[in-house]
Protein backbone atom coordinates (compact mmCIF):
# COMPACT_ATOMS: atom_id res chain seq x y z
CA UNK A 1 0.00 0.00 0.00
CA UNK A 2 1.26 3.45 -1.32
CA UNK A 3 2.40 5.41 2.49
CA UNK A 4 -0.50 7.35 3.90
CA UNK A 5 2.11 9.53 6.20
CA UNK A 6 4.89 11.01 5.41
CA UNK A 7 7.28 12.13 8.64
CA UNK A 8 10.48 13.70 8.21
CA UNK A 9 13.10 13.51 10.77
CA UNK A 10 13.72 16.51 13.50
CA UNK A 11 17.34 16.41 11.75
CA UNK A 12 16.13 16.77 8.24
CA UNK A 13 13.57 20.45 10.25
CA UNK A 14 14.55 23.28 7.32
CA UNK A 15 17.60 25.63 9.23
CA UNK A 16 16.74 28.75 6.91
CA UNK A 17 13.75 30.18 5.99
CA UNK A 18 13.16 30.98 2.32
CA UNK A 19 12.53 34.80 0.61
CA UNK A 20 10.82 34.88 -2.31
CA UNK A 21 11.98 38.37 -2.72
CA UNK A 22 15.28 37.35 -4.14
CA UNK A 23 13.66 35.20 -7.52
CA UNK A 24 11.10 37.97 -8.06
CA UNK A 25 11.34 39.14 -11.35
CA UNK A 26 9.72 42.22 -10.34
CA UNK A 27 10.13 43.42 -7.27
CA UNK A 28 7.08 44.58 -4.82
CA UNK A 29 6.23 47.90 -4.78
CA UNK A 30 7.40 49.86 -1.89
CA UNK A 31 5.36 50.91 1.22
CA UNK A 32 4.48 54.64 1.00
CA UNK A 33 4.82 57.12 4.18
CA UNK A 34 1.17 58.54 4.25
CA UNK A 35 1.86 61.75 5.16
CA UNK A 36 4.62 62.25 2.28
CA UNK A 37 3.87 59.82 -0.46
CA UNK A 38 7.23 58.48 -0.47
CA UNK A 39 8.69 55.44 0.28
CA UNK A 40 9.11 54.53 3.92
CA UNK A 41 12.78 54.00 5.44
CA UNK A 42 13.55 51.17 8.42
CA UNK A 43 13.51 54.13 10.71
CA UNK A 44 9.65 55.25 10.10
CA UNK A 45 8.84 51.13 11.28
CA UNK A 46 11.04 51.65 14.14
CA UNK A 47 7.95 52.48 16.81
CA UNK A 48 6.34 49.73 15.78
CA UNK A 49 8.55 46.93 14.98
CA UNK A 50 12.36 46.10 16.55
CA UNK A 51 14.64 46.51 14.09
CA UNK A 52 15.97 42.75 13.80
CA UNK A 53 12.29 42.21 12.30
CA UNK A 54 12.53 45.15 10.36
CA UNK A 55 15.58 44.37 8.68
CA UNK A 56 14.33 41.11 7.49
CA UNK A 57 10.90 42.91 6.31
CA UNK A 58 13.10 44.85 3.53
CA UNK A 59 15.76 41.71 3.08
CA UNK A 60 16.25 40.63 -0.32
CA UNK A 61 18.70 37.84 0.69
CA UNK A 62 17.03 34.26 -0.37
CA UNK A 63 17.70 32.18 2.73
CA UNK A 64 17.34 34.17 6.40
CA UNK A 65 18.73 32.02 9.47
CA UNK A 66 16.23 30.69 11.79
CA UNK A 67 17.69 30.99 15.05
CA UNK A 68 18.38 28.20 17.27
CA UNK A 69 16.10 29.28 20.20
CA UNK A 70 13.38 29.41 17.80
CA UNK A 71 14.32 26.16 16.15
CA UNK A 72 14.22 24.23 20.04
CA UNK A 73 10.93 25.62 20.05
CA UNK A 74 9.48 24.47 16.34
CA UNK A 75 10.95 20.96 17.60
CA UNK A 76 7.86 20.86 19.96
CA UNK A 77 5.41 19.95 16.78
CA UNK A 78 7.66 20.70 13.86
CA UNK A 79 8.48 19.08 11.75
CA UNK A 80 4.45 18.42 10.81
CA UNK A 81 3.25 15.60 8.86
CA UNK A 82 2.26 15.15 5.28
CA UNK A 83 -0.83 12.93 4.76
CA UNK A 84 -2.95 11.44 2.12
CA UNK A 85 -6.29 12.08 1.87
CA UNK A 86 -7.14 8.81 1.06
CA UNK A 87 -10.72 9.15 2.80
CA UNK A 88 -11.97 12.17 0.83
CA UNK A 89 -10.13 10.44 -2.98
CA UNK A 90 -12.60 7.67 -2.54
CA UNK A 91 -15.43 9.44 -1.56
CA UNK A 92 -15.23 11.88 -4.41
CA UNK A 93 -14.58 8.83 -6.83
CA UNK A 94 -11.56 10.83 -7.66
CA UNK A 95 -8.35 9.57 -9.45
CA UNK A 96 -6.49 12.75 -8.29
CA UNK A 97 -3.99 11.93 -4.87
CA UNK A 98 -4.66 14.40 -2.56
CA UNK A 99 -1.75 15.41 0.09
CA UNK A 100 -2.24 17.60 2.68
CA UNK A 101 0.42 19.29 5.40
CA UNK A 102 -1.24 19.02 8.96
CA UNK A 103 -0.57 22.14 10.57
CA UNK A 104 -3.04 21.55 13.29
CA UNK A 105 -0.66 19.66 15.58
CA UNK A 106 1.02 22.71 16.86
CA UNK A 107 -0.12 23.36 20.73
CA UNK A 108 -2.50 26.20 19.81
CA UNK A 109 -3.75 23.86 16.28
CA UNK A 110 -3.06 26.29 13.67
CA UNK A 111 0.00 27.08 11.64
CA UNK A 112 0.62 30.87 13.73
CA UNK A 113 3.36 29.57 15.86
CA UNK A 114 5.41 29.51 12.85
CA UNK A 115 5.89 33.27 12.93
CA UNK A 116 4.54 33.98 16.71
CA UNK A 117 7.72 32.09 18.17
CA UNK A 118 10.03 33.87 15.93
CA UNK A 119 8.39 37.65 16.11
CA UNK A 120 8.70 36.73 20.40
CA UNK A 121 11.89 35.66 20.06
CA UNK A 122 13.53 38.94 17.90
CA UNK A 123 11.88 41.29 20.27
CA UNK A 124 13.04 39.65 23.76
CA UNK A 125 16.78 39.84 22.14
CA UNK A 126 15.91 43.31 21.14
CA UNK A 127 14.89 44.08 25.01
CA UNK A 128 10.67 44.38 24.45
CA UNK A 129 8.94 43.57 27.36
CA UNK A 130 5.00 43.37 25.76
CA UNK A 131 3.51 42.87 22.89
CA UNK A 132 0.07 44.48 21.21
CA UNK A 133 -1.80 42.33 18.40
CA UNK A 134 -4.72 41.79 17.15
CA UNK A 135 -6.38 38.69 16.60
CA UNK A 136 -9.78 37.71 14.33
CA UNK A 137 -10.51 34.12 14.52
CA UNK A 138 -8.66 33.90 17.57
CA UNK A 139 -5.76 31.23 16.41
CA UNK A 140 -2.93 33.87 15.99
CA UNK A 141 -3.78 35.18 19.48
CA UNK A 142 -3.52 31.87 20.98
CA UNK A 143 -0.16 31.17 18.78
CA UNK A 144 1.51 34.54 20.48
CA UNK A 145 -0.05 34.31 23.69
CA UNK A 146 1.79 31.24 23.73
CA UNK A 147 5.07 32.41 22.46
CA UNK A 148 5.51 35.65 24.55
CA UNK A 149 5.20 32.97 27.64
CA UNK A 150 7.62 31.09 26.34
CA UNK A 151 10.09 33.95 26.40
CA UNK A 152 8.43 35.73 29.14
CA UNK A 153 6.81 38.11 27.45
CA UNK A 154 3.50 40.02 28.29
CA UNK A 155 0.99 39.80 25.46
CA UNK A 156 -2.08 42.16 24.95
CA UNK A 157 -4.67 40.69 22.30
CA UNK A 158 -7.12 43.06 20.33
CA UNK A 159 -10.00 40.34 19.58
CA UNK A 160 -12.45 41.21 16.48
CA UNK A 161 -15.98 41.80 18.57
CA UNK A 162 -17.85 38.91 16.61
CA UNK A 163 -14.91 37.01 17.20
CA UNK A 164 -14.77 37.46 21.09
CA UNK A 165 -18.15 36.27 21.47
CA UNK A 166 -18.37 33.49 18.53
CA UNK A 167 -15.60 31.66 19.69
CA UNK A 168 -15.19 32.16 23.66
CA UNK A 169 -13.16 29.22 24.11
CA UNK A 170 -10.21 30.66 22.14
CA UNK A 171 -9.99 33.72 24.75
CA UNK A 172 -10.04 30.79 27.39
CA UNK A 173 -6.86 29.93 25.48
CA UNK A 174 -5.03 32.69 25.41
CA UNK A 175 -5.80 33.39 28.79
CA UNK A 176 -4.33 30.45 30.31
CA UNK A 177 -1.07 31.31 28.32
CA UNK A 178 -0.95 34.62 30.39
CA UNK A 179 -2.23 36.85 27.92
CA UNK A 180 -4.84 39.98 27.99
CA UNK A 181 -7.86 39.12 25.66
CA UNK A 182 -9.95 42.42 24.63
CA UNK A 183 -12.77 42.84 22.51
CA UNK A 184 -12.40 45.64 19.76
CA UNK A 185 -13.50 48.13 19.09
CA UNK A 186 -13.04 48.53 22.65
CA UNK A 187 -12.81 51.76 25.11
CA UNK A 188 -8.88 50.97 25.69
CA UNK A 189 -7.93 53.37 22.53
CA UNK A 190 -8.67 56.52 21.10
CA UNK A 191 -9.19 54.40 17.96
CA UNK A 192 -11.89 52.06 19.53
CA UNK A 193 -13.64 54.92 20.93
CA UNK A 194 -14.07 56.36 17.76
CA UNK A 195 -15.76 53.46 16.38
CA UNK A 196 -17.60 53.09 19.54
CA UNK A 197 -18.78 56.63 19.32
CA UNK A 198 -20.08 56.14 15.54
CA UNK A 199 -21.29 52.73 15.40
CA UNK A 200 -22.44 51.17 19.15
CA UNK A 201 -22.96 47.82 17.86
CA UNK A 202 -20.07 47.54 15.44
CA UNK A 203 -18.87 43.79 15.29
CA UNK A 204 -15.44 44.78 14.66
CA UNK A 205 -12.90 43.85 12.32
CA UNK A 206 -8.96 42.94 11.53
CA UNK A 207 -8.57 46.84 10.54
CA UNK A 208 -10.29 48.39 13.97
CA UNK A 209 -8.26 45.63 15.75
CA UNK A 210 -4.78 46.55 13.67
CA UNK A 211 -5.18 49.92 14.91
CA UNK A 212 -6.03 49.73 18.34
CA UNK A 213 -3.49 47.24 19.13
CA UNK A 214 -0.80 49.60 17.47
CA UNK A 215 -1.99 52.37 19.23
CA UNK A 216 -1.76 50.33 22.01
CA UNK A 217 2.16 49.14 21.34
CA UNK A 218 3.69 52.94 20.13
CA UNK A 219 4.63 55.16 22.37
CA UNK A 220 5.89 52.82 25.28
CA UNK A 221 9.72 51.96 24.57
CA UNK A 222 9.16 48.93 26.42
CA UNK A 223 6.22 47.62 23.96
CA UNK A 224 5.77 46.95 20.32
CA UNK A 225 2.96 45.65 17.65
CA UNK A 226 3.16 42.11 16.12
CA UNK A 227 1.26 40.90 13.11
CA UNK A 228 0.15 37.39 12.09
CA UNK A 229 0.14 37.83 8.98
CA UNK A 230 0.31 40.35 5.52
CA UNK A 231 3.91 41.61 6.40
CA UNK A 232 6.89 40.11 4.44
CA UNK A 233 8.37 39.22 7.50
CA UNK A 234 5.36 37.01 8.75
CA UNK A 235 5.22 35.30 5.35
CA UNK A 236 9.06 34.49 5.21
CA UNK A 237 9.16 32.65 8.59
CA UNK A 238 5.79 30.30 7.32
CA UNK A 239 7.41 29.30 4.26
CA UNK A 240 9.17 26.57 6.51
CA UNK A 241 5.98 24.90 5.67
CA UNK A 242 6.53 24.77 2.27
CA UNK A 243 10.15 23.86 2.50
CA UNK A 244 9.12 20.85 4.87
CA UNK A 245 6.60 20.05 1.63
CA UNK A 246 8.88 19.88 -0.75
CA UNK A 247 11.17 17.78 1.41
CA UNK A 248 8.58 15.21 1.69
CA UNK A 249 7.12 14.34 -1.70
CA UNK A 250 10.31 14.55 -2.59
CA UNK A 251 10.72 10.97 -0.48
CA UNK A 252 7.41 10.02 -2.16
CA UNK A 253 9.58 10.84 -5.72
CA UNK A 254 5.86 12.68 -6.64
CA UNK A 255 5.71 17.23 -7.09
CA UNK A 256 1.96 18.40 -7.37
CA UNK A 257 -0.18 19.63 -10.32
CA UNK A 258 -1.68 21.78 -8.25
CA UNK A 259 -0.61 23.77 -4.92
CA UNK A 260 -3.55 25.06 -2.53
CA UNK A 261 -4.57 27.09 0.55
CA UNK A 262 -6.78 29.25 2.23
CA UNK A 263 -5.83 33.22 2.17
CA UNK A 264 -6.99 36.16 4.22
CA UNK A 265 -4.22 38.30 4.74
CA UNK A 266 -1.68 35.45 3.03
CA UNK A 267 0.45 33.49 5.76
CA UNK A 268 -0.82 30.24 5.57
CA UNK A 269 -1.18 30.43 1.78
CA UNK A 270 2.44 31.92 1.21
CA UNK A 271 3.82 29.69 4.07
CA UNK A 272 2.62 26.38 1.79
CA UNK A 273 3.08 27.66 -1.46
CA UNK A 274 6.34 30.25 -1.90
CA UNK A 275 8.51 27.55 -2.14
CA UNK A 276 6.54 26.21 -5.55
CA UNK A 277 6.53 29.87 -6.79
CA UNK A 278 9.78 30.13 -6.54
CA UNK A 279 9.98 27.20 -8.50
CA UNK A 280 7.09 28.04 -10.82
CA UNK A 281 9.44 31.03 -11.39
CA UNK A 282 12.53 28.65 -12.53
CA UNK A 283 10.26 26.62 -15.31
CA UNK A 284 8.26 24.23 -13.42
CA UNK A 285 4.92 23.67 -14.23
CA UNK A 286 2.43 23.99 -11.36
CA UNK A 287 -1.25 25.45 -10.87
CA UNK A 288 -1.02 27.69 -7.40
CA UNK A 289 -4.49 28.07 -5.64
CA UNK A 290 -5.23 31.02 -3.30
CA UNK A 291 -9.21 30.18 -1.61
CA UNK A 292 -10.90 32.66 -0.37
CA UNK A 293 -14.91 33.36 1.37
CA UNK A 294 -17.44 35.49 -1.27
CA UNK A 295 -18.03 37.75 1.69
CA UNK A 296 -14.44 39.36 2.23
CA UNK A 297 -13.25 38.46 -1.87
CA UNK A 298 -9.82 40.71 -1.74
CA UNK A 299 -7.71 38.58 -4.53
CA UNK A 300 -11.37 38.35 -6.48
CA UNK A 301 -12.79 41.01 -6.42
CA UNK A 302 -10.31 43.83 -4.88
CA UNK A 303 -8.51 46.01 -7.14
CA UNK A 304 -4.55 46.33 -6.78
CA UNK A 305 -3.74 49.80 -5.29
CA UNK A 306 -2.30 51.45 -2.31
CA UNK A 307 -4.69 51.50 0.77
CA UNK A 308 -4.05 51.48 4.74
CA UNK A 309 -3.55 48.00 6.64
CA UNK A 310 -5.64 49.28 9.81
CA UNK A 311 -8.86 51.15 9.63
CA UNK A 312 -7.64 54.13 11.16
CA UNK A 313 -4.87 54.76 8.72
CA UNK A 314 -1.78 54.40 11.28
CA UNK A 315 0.31 51.80 8.36
CA UNK A 316 2.42 53.23 6.08
CA UNK A 317 0.36 52.66 2.57
CA UNK A 318 0.79 49.22 0.75
CA UNK A 319 0.29 48.26 -2.54
CA UNK A 320 -2.39 45.33 -2.66
CA UNK A 321 -5.27 43.89 -3.13
CA UNK A 322 -8.05 45.69 -0.84
CA UNK A 323 -11.46 45.89 -0.15
CA UNK A 324 -10.68 49.21 1.63
CA UNK A 325 -9.46 49.96 4.53
CA UNK A 326 -13.13 50.45 6.30
CA UNK A 327 -14.69 47.67 5.15
CA UNK A 328 -16.38 45.79 7.90
CA UNK A 329 -16.93 42.23 6.28
CA UNK A 330 -19.91 40.24 7.37
CA UNK A 331 -19.90 38.48 10.27
CA UNK A 332 -18.69 34.89 9.19
CA UNK A 333 -17.17 31.79 11.01
CA UNK A 334 -14.36 31.95 9.21
CA UNK A 335 -12.85 34.65 11.46
CA UNK A 336 -9.13 34.53 10.17
CA UNK A 337 -10.63 35.80 6.32
CA UNK A 338 -11.77 38.83 7.28
CA UNK A 339 -10.04 41.18 6.75
CA UNK A 340 -9.91 43.86 3.97
CA UNK A 341 -6.41 43.40 2.47
CA UNK A 342 -3.91 40.87 1.12
CA UNK A 343 -0.52 40.51 1.52
CA UNK A 344 1.31 42.46 -1.01
CA UNK A 345 3.83 39.59 -1.79
CA UNK A 346 0.53 37.33 -2.55
CA UNK A 347 -0.82 40.47 -4.18
CA UNK A 348 2.50 40.94 -6.68
CA UNK A 349 2.09 37.57 -7.36
CA UNK A 350 -1.20 37.52 -8.02
CA UNK A 351 -0.84 40.51 -10.34
CA UNK A 352 2.28 38.47 -12.41
CA UNK A 353 0.10 35.89 -12.47
CA UNK A 354 2.20 33.16 -11.10
CA UNK A 355 -1.16 32.39 -8.71
CA UNK A 356 -4.51 32.42 -9.07
CA UNK A 357 -7.47 33.04 -6.72
CA UNK A 358 -11.04 31.82 -6.43
CA UNK A 359 -13.84 32.21 -4.01
CA UNK A 360 -16.24 30.49 -1.86
CA UNK A 361 -19.69 30.66 -0.18
CA UNK A 362 -19.61 29.55 4.13
CA UNK A 363 -22.14 27.03 3.27
CA UNK A 364 -19.85 25.91 0.01
CA UNK A 365 -16.86 25.26 2.21
CA UNK A 366 -18.74 24.24 5.24
CA UNK A 367 -20.07 21.21 3.32
CA UNK A 368 -16.84 20.44 2.45
CA UNK A 369 -15.58 20.19 6.28
CA UNK A 370 -18.08 17.97 6.93
CA UNK A 371 -17.31 16.15 3.96
CA UNK A 372 -13.30 16.28 5.37
CA UNK A 373 -14.27 15.21 8.85
CA UNK A 374 -16.46 12.23 7.73
CA UNK A 375 -13.94 11.12 5.54
CA UNK A 376 -10.66 11.81 7.29
CA UNK A 377 -11.59 12.08 10.47
CA UNK A 378 -10.16 15.29 11.61
CA UNK A 379 -12.36 18.36 11.88
CA UNK A 380 -11.12 21.34 9.95
CA UNK A 381 -11.29 25.27 11.04
CA UNK A 382 -13.35 27.47 9.38
CA UNK A 383 -10.98 28.82 7.71
CA UNK A 384 -9.13 25.32 6.40
CA UNK A 385 -12.65 24.27 4.70
CA UNK A 386 -11.89 27.47 1.90
CA UNK A 387 -9.09 25.39 0.91
CA UNK A 388 -10.54 21.88 1.21
CA UNK A 389 -13.56 23.74 -1.30
CA UNK A 390 -11.25 24.55 -3.83
CA UNK A 391 -9.42 20.93 -3.09
CA UNK A 392 -13.23 19.15 -3.75
CA UNK A 393 -13.41 21.10 -6.70
CA UNK A 394 -10.12 20.44 -7.98
CA UNK A 395 -10.76 16.93 -7.51
CA UNK A 396 -14.02 16.76 -9.28
CA UNK A 397 -12.49 18.33 -12.38
CA UNK A 398 -9.75 15.25 -12.59
CA UNK A 399 -12.75 12.76 -12.43
CA UNK A 400 -14.55 15.22 -15.26
CA UNK A 401 -11.72 15.34 -17.31
CA UNK A 402 -10.68 10.98 -16.14
CA UNK A 403 -6.59 12.00 -15.82
CA UNK A 404 -4.62 11.69 -12.86
CA UNK A 405 -3.45 14.99 -10.60
CA UNK A 406 -1.41 15.43 -7.81
CA UNK A 407 -3.25 18.11 -5.58
CA UNK A 408 -1.39 19.37 -2.04
CA UNK A 409 -2.57 21.80 0.12
CA UNK A 410 -2.36 23.44 3.36
CA UNK A 411 -4.85 21.98 6.52
CA UNK A 412 -3.76 25.29 7.99
CA UNK A 413 -5.72 24.49 11.54
CA UNK A 414 -8.52 22.16 13.73
CA UNK A 415 -11.50 23.38 14.47
CA UNK A 416 -12.07 22.26 18.03
CA UNK A 417 -12.95 25.26 19.42
CA UNK A 418 -15.00 26.61 16.16
CA UNK A 419 -17.83 23.85 16.70
CA UNK A 420 -20.53 26.84 17.32
CA UNK A 421 -19.78 26.91 13.56
CA UNK A 422 -20.20 23.63 12.58
CA UNK A 423 -23.65 24.08 14.67
CA UNK A 424 -24.59 26.99 12.91
CA UNK A 425 -23.90 24.35 10.02
CA UNK A 426 -25.70 21.89 10.98
CA UNK A 427 -28.79 22.97 12.09
CA UNK A 428 -29.11 24.94 8.65
CA UNK A 429 -28.40 28.48 10.32
CA UNK A 430 -25.91 29.47 7.77
CA UNK A 431 -26.71 31.03 4.87
CA UNK A 432 -24.87 31.89 1.26
CA UNK A 433 -23.21 35.29 1.18
CA UNK A 434 -21.97 37.02 -1.76
CA UNK A 435 -20.39 40.60 -0.48
CA UNK A 436 -22.82 43.08 -3.14
CA UNK A 437 -20.86 45.43 -6.14
CA UNK A 438 -22.47 48.72 -4.26
CA UNK A 439 -20.37 47.58 -1.19
CA UNK A 440 -16.96 46.99 -2.93
CA UNK A 441 -17.30 50.60 -4.73
CA UNK A 442 -18.58 51.94 -1.26
CA UNK A 443 -15.62 50.47 0.71
CA UNK A 444 -13.08 51.43 -1.82
CA UNK A 445 -14.23 55.26 -2.28
CA UNK A 446 -11.94 56.05 0.78
CA UNK A 447 -8.65 54.68 -1.52
CA UNK A 448 -9.53 56.72 -4.49
CA UNK A 449 -6.93 59.92 -3.56
CA UNK A 450 -4.14 57.27 -2.59
CA UNK A 451 -0.81 57.20 -5.23
CA UNK A 452 -1.60 54.52 -7.74
CA UNK A 453 0.83 51.33 -7.94
Known amino acids: MEQIKVLLDEKEMPRQWYNIQADLATPLRPPLHPA ?74 SHKPNTAVAQAYYNKVFGIKRLSTETGAGQWGSALSMACQMFGLQCRVFMVKVSYHQKPYRRSMMETWGAECIPSPSDRTQAGRKILAEHPDSPGSLGIAISEAIEDAVGNPEARYSLGSVLNHVLLHQTIIGLEAQKQMEKLGIYPDVVMGCAGGGSNFAGLCLPFVRDKIHGKKVTIVAAEPTSCPTLTKGPFRYDFGDTAMTTPLLAMHTLGHDFVPAPIHAGGLRYHGMAPIVS ?76 AFLSGKLTRYELPEEEIRRALAATDAFPKP
Open 348 to 423: HLLEEKLIEARAFDQVETFTAGVQWARAEGFIPAPETNHAIAAVVQEALRAKEEGREKVILFNWSGHGYMDMAAYD
Open 36 to 109: TGKPISPNDLAPVFPMNLIEQEVSTERWIPIPEPVLEKYALWRPTPLYRARGLEKALGTPAKIFYKNEGVSPPG
